[in-house]
């Protein structure tokens, strides 16, 4: 079973990073949201929305990239043995952090994404 306290680590992680550089300022109010969503799951809840907000649609820079790439790196996997209405949850949340700032490195810098 995958711990959920795990998960809002590493998107309180992320915000963190990115409120603390200047130049990811556009994605703040995406990580925001995106930290906001990730305490709900942690304590049970298993209606995520859609993100509401999106963020910039360039990282400003490589090394950025790879520092928010090295983070989500972080999430843990399913373990197969979750409720269906707790996997659909993990996988909304997954699903807005690549809509609100995965999709951004990819566009800016591909080559920092894994693929595997």
Known sequence: MIRRDEILEVFAKLREFIAAEPRLASFLPAADELHKQAQAFAQGTTRIPPLTLQSSDAMPDRDSARAIVLIMSKLPALDGDETTDLARAYAT?????????????YKSYPEVVPRD
């Open 93 to 105: 949340l997954l699903g807005n952090l690549a809509d609100g700032i995965t999709v951004a490195i």
